[in-house]
């Protein structure tokens, strides 16, 4: 099924993807080519067909209570792009303009 | 506060820091409070590229015992799963969560005379924290992250909305921090965050079925504020409806300051988590061998020991239940009576004296007092005196009924020269008495203990009467 | 035969090593020449850490001469730009990483380092490997070593360029879909994705969770299992990464007598498989039937649903694993915004190519409520149904063989502008990953003068299979990987 431009700008909102000019059509559009071939998915019946997402049997293994070394503040901060007093620094967390 | 005319519906998100020494996917130490920001974490809970999580396994078994403990369903295979929003406290832009297959499902809690069920108990892992700059949140310009509580173990408990008032769900969260304290799971330390628990609030008119429009309150920090921010909540809704207006369905912050709860800004549009089954960690088996074995190892709970107080000790129900549920109570309870002091005197004094107040005497100290009270050697006014300075000076209890000269006078001789005196000096009362006015025994007792304040009442008053028969 | 140590394989250059016809530290010499002539037109590398490869080539040498020597002490290696060393820009060829040095080494690439390799810099890729030819890279495209004006495969691109460019005598990289077998095909060299769960992803900056594997590009099927032996096994850092025995070298030599050869039918009627390529895979089933195989027909009846089971589930996984790039703790950010909304949309806007767009918008679609079931679960059903297809044909076969890739390497440019037509590039590869089998690719000859791969299959776990096979044909062939000459 075909994408259209409402649904561009929620999933864009959703996966925090600004849209500048242009995006909202070139999405549709190529989105919405790639979803006809995969639509050929419904063909087939899996009512009866257990989904898999691991591939492979293994059984998660835990880990002993065992604390190992953390990184320092300054190695843990080495890549931030904002950085103040030890914390990362972000732009307010408001949400409406 | 009960409302006439409508019934009060309340279920239960707590949200619980088990004890573990390190983080749920990583091996990071838990940062104490006051430790520096971002100075407990590393690779994997940072976020960083191309790390994955491993699974604590204490943090399960914390999971695993507090789910048998409230007789919950243990599946044989659970899983991970991801929880995606992207926000600066969570650093992976998702959080692993459980989604379709928990830890443990379909339990219950009995709380007083009602049993909560127990929807679902699983594990997950806690946000980082985020420092606003101004002092409120609608004010803040720019905010600062500090990762060190991020990935810290959290194991969520939802009741079904079981709860039909405020003290029952201040005492629900009471019974769970006890339980988590019996099971070793968790301090369950609410001060500390350690035990966050989140009440879904709606309300009906009495007889109907339907479920109202529900509220989430958050920030509740202490269990007097759950009682009052639900009770504040409770009157809010029902005076809304009672005006013609309506619920609306939202979290609602609880202001300590203001005492009142308050709309939390509500986002722009509702949030799509888009759970999917968490691909960097395969399903975990839970062996029922392992189950059977915490089974086994947990010790008595507090349902449990309940039940016994009252079997074995002929405790009222009442008195029971109020010290089993406080472990801590509790064995001082059974600690006093084996070092001697009688069942329900020591009850009493363990309701009356220690559980008000704050803080908690040793077995001995409880024990000496309650006996030295119960024996008459000493007035239970002093007895008080007695073991508040114990607690204080950590000195005995017969040091200080000594030093004091508490020790009542039980001699009977001495005793009736001491009532012979008062009839004398009350001879009008004593009259009266005589002459059918029991009454006027008041009179000569209050003048006995002003004469003699030390005088065992119970055998000064026999003493008194016999010689004015 | 040339003598160049460019142009050798591990085990000829560990001899010449041990024999002190050469030092270490000459050998990373006559690759940092190699790289500085061939390297302009070919553009695998992204960035040189030769400073590293200096210390590294100091060390072997000392372990040479002190007999402490690990199997790859001396060998010039690279390592795509995907997995995360210590220190070491690595940016998963976007811009969105662009400066960031991790605090840490991956698994893999500590095992390799441990055994005394020595990293020459960092290869091109498309970026976070979401693509086919490395011309999604976040800073140029890698070119073709046979042909300058084609793409090298990708998304493990500039790490097979490096091989075949005689640039580095084996390079790692990544395999989602095809992300090392397809670049190993139209690069004339050999590459192989090993059974998912056998390699750690420890440091491995994922695409797609469930899909990714970590992998050599090697001159010879023995280099490619000591690389292999090399990383694999149990990792306390990747609960995805078995506990099992982990001989994969076993019977290497062993030949194909009484090998059952499957051979998908479905493989051989894929859509633009070119006939070129159908000729010289014909051959190379008769070269090793001649040697003793047996080939049998085997039917993967849900080979066509598989790219679309495919374009579900990894761009899903991906929407989620990219999250994490927020302009908060490293990488571009763009913090002039209103709030923290306004900067994750520019940050993220800004910071991806076109095709991770595409995919994180396709995946977050397959995942959002009211699709889900559509999309993501059905594609995980139909998941189940093509591993059940390789289980059946297991039955009947030891190994499957096929084309790598339908086509020989293409122009740059050429497939830019349909995504579909570079998504079929992955056609005969990506059912390997949904089935988490291990499965190479080795040169079998040319179409057009540019190189073809043979895939071979195997069932998980048994790198052992494949390798013996592919081994097998390398010797009846006479095959050996050339280093293409540029000029």
């Known amino acids: ?97 | ?469 | 035969m040339t003598l160049d140590p460019t142009h050798l394989t591990i085990s000829e250059l560990r001899h010449m090593l041990d024999e002190r016809e050469l030092s270490a530290q000459e050998l990373l010499g006559l690759h940092l020449e190699r790289i500085e002539a061939a390297d302009a037109d070919v553009k695998a590398f992204l960035r040189l850490t030769t400073a590293r490869a200096a210390e590294q080539a100091q060390a072997a040498d000392r372990a040479l001469r002190d007999g402490t020597a690990g199997p790859l002490a001396g060998i010039p290696m690279a390592v795509k730009d995907v997995l995360c060393v210590k220190g070491v820009e690595t940016t998963a060829g976007s811009q969105i990483l662009k400066g960031f040095k991790p605090p840490y080494t991956g698994t893999a690439v500590q095992r390799i380092f441990d055994a005394g390799a020595v990293m020459l810099g960092v290869t091109n890729c498309d970026e976070f490997a979401m693509g086919s030819s490395t011309e999604n890279s976040g800073y140029f495209p890698t070119h073709n070593p046979w042909s300058l004006d084609r793409v090298p495969g990708g998304s493990s691109g500039g790490s097979a360029a490096a091989v075949a460019a005689g640039e580095a005598t084996f390079s790692l990289g990544t395999d989602t879909g095809g992300s090392i077998r397809q670049p190993a095909a139209l690069c004339g060299v050999i590459g192989m994705k090993p059974t998912y769960g056998r390699v750690s992803r420890y440091g491995l900056i994922a695409f797609a969770s469930s899909l990714d594997q970590i992998g050599p590009f090697t001159r010879s099927v023995e280099d490619c299992a000591l690389i292999l032996q090399t990383m694999a096994g149990h990792d306390p850092l990747d609960s995805t990464c078995a506990d099992r025995p982990n001989n994969v070298a076993r019977g290497l030599h062993d030949g194909v007598e009484r090998i059952r050869l499957g051979v998908p039918r479905e493989y051989f009627e894929v859509k633009g498989m070119e006939s070129g390529v159908r000729l010289a895979i014909q051959k190379a089933l008769n070269t090793l039937e001649a040697a003793g195989a047996e080939l049998v027909d085997v039917s993967l009846p849900h080979t066509d649903y598989g790219l679309a089971a495919y374009y579900i589930i990894a761009p899903a996984e991906c929407s989620s694993n990219l999250a994490r790039f927020d302009g908060v703790r490293y990488g571009m950010s763009e913090q002039d915004a209103q709030n923290i909304t306004e900067a994750y949309m520019k940050t993220r806007r800004k910071g991806f190519g076109a095709e991770v767009r595409r995919r994180v918008m396709l995946g977050t679609y397959a995942l959002s409520s009211g699709y889900y079931d559509a999309y993501y679960l059905k594609a995980q059903k139909v998941r189940t149904l093509i591993k059940q297809d390789f289980d059946d044909a297991f039955a009947n076969c030891d190994a499957i063989v096929s084309a790598t890739s339908p086509t020989v390497a293409f122009p740059i440019g050429s497939r830019t502008q349909d995504p579909l037509s570079m998504y079929l590039c992955d056609v005969l590869t990506l059912g390997g990953n949904l089935a988490g089998l291990p499965g190479i690719s080795v040169p079998c000859g040319m179409s057009d003068g540019l190189p073809v791969g043979l895939q071979v299959l195997a069932p998980q776990w048994r790198e052992d299979i494949t390798l013996r096979v592919a081994r097998a044909y390398e010797l009846a062939a006479d095959m050996r990987v050339e280093v293409a000459l540029v000029d």
Not at chain 2, 90 to 99: M, V
Not at chain 2, 361 to 381: E, F, H, W, Y
Not at chain 2, 408 to 413: I, N, R
């Open chain 2, 1 to 469: 506060m009960r409302a006439v005319g409508w019934e009060v519906v309340i279920g239960m998100e707590v949200h619980v820091q088990p004890t573990t020494r390190t983080k749920m996917f990583c091996g990071c130490a838990i940062a104490p409070l006051n430790a520096p920001p971002n100075s407990h974490t590393c690779p994997v809970c940072l976020g960083l590229p191309g790390v994955l999580p491993v699974i604590n396994k204490a943090a399960v078994e914390a999971c695993l015992k507090t789910a048998v403990a409230l007789n919950c369903e243990i599946p044989r295979h659970t899983k991970f799963d991801r929880k995606n929003y992207m926000y600066p406290d969570l650093p992976k832009g998702y959080q692993i969560s459980q989604y379709d297959l928990p830890m443990s499902h379909d339990g219950h809690l009995e709380v007083g005379e009602r049993r909560v069920r127990i929807r679902r108990v699983h594990l997950e892992e806690d946000t980082g924290k985020l420092v606003h700059a101004g002092d409120r949140l609608h004010k803040a310009w720019e905010s600062f992250v500090d990762l060190n509580r991020a990935g810290v173990p959290l194991m969520e408990i939802v009741s079904e909305p079981d709860i039909r008032s405020a003290e029952e769900a201040r005492d629900y969260a009471v019974a769970l921090r006890t339980l988590l304290r019996t099971v070793g799971a968790s301090e369950a330390d609410m001060e500390k965050g350690q035990l966050r628990a989140e009440p879904n609030i709606s309300v009906r008119r009495t007889g109907t079925t339907e479920l109202g429009v529900k509220t989430e309150l958050k920030n509740i920090n202490s269990f007097r504020n759950l009682y009052r921010a639900i009770d504040f909540e409770v009157k809010r809704q029902i005076e809304a409806l009672e005006s013609g207006h309506d619920v609306v369905q939202e979290t609602r912050g609880w202001s300590d300051a203001e005492q009142r709860t308050f709309s939390q800004r509500t986002k722009e549009f509702a949030e799509d988590y888009r759970y999917f089954p968490e691909p960097d960690l395969p399903p975990l088996e839970l062996d029922p061998a392992w189950i059977e074995e915490l089974r086994r190892a947990l010790p008595e709970l507090p349902e449990a020991r309940r039940v016994r107080l009252v079997s074995q000790y002929a405790l009222p129900l009442h008195d029971a239940s109020l010290i089993a549920a406080e472990r801590e109570l509790a064995d001082l309870f059974e600690g006093a009576v084996r070092a001697g002091a009688d069942a329900k005197p020591a009850a009493n004094w363990i309701i009356g004296e220690v559980a008000p107040g704050g803080s908690v005497p040793t077995i001995n100290q409880l024990a000496d007092v309650v006996k030295l009270v119960t024996s008459g050697s000493i007035t239970r006014d002093q007895g008080r005196e007695v073991l508040a300075e114990s607690i204080r000076s950590q000195r005995s209890a017969g040091e200080l009924v000594a030093e004091r000269g508490f020790a009542q006078v039980s001699d009977e001789s001495e005793l009736e020269a001491i009532v012979r005196e008062v009839i004398a000096t009350n001879a009008k009362a004593a009259a009266d008495y005589q002459a059918g006015k029991k009454q006027a025994l008041g009179a000569l007792m209050a003048d006995l203990k002003k004469k003699a304040p030390n005088a065992n009442p119970k055998m000064a008053n026999e003493i008194l009467q016999k010689l004015l028969q």
């Open chain 1, 1 to 97: 099924m075909p994408l259209s431009r409402d649904q561009v700008r929620h999933v864009a909102l959703l996966a925090r993807l600004g849209l500048e000019q242009g995006d909202e059509d070139f999405y549709a559009e190529q989105l919405s080519g790639i979803l006809r071939h995969i639509d050929r998915l419904q063909e087939l019946n899996t009512d009866a067909i257990p989904p898999t997402a691991q591939v492979v049997e293994v059984a998660a293994t835990l880990r002993e209570d065992v604390p190992r070394p953390c990184l320092t503040q300054e190695e843990a901060l080495a890549n931030a792009p904002a950085a103040v007093d030890g914390f990362f620094r972000v732009p307010s967390i408001q949400e409406e303009a």
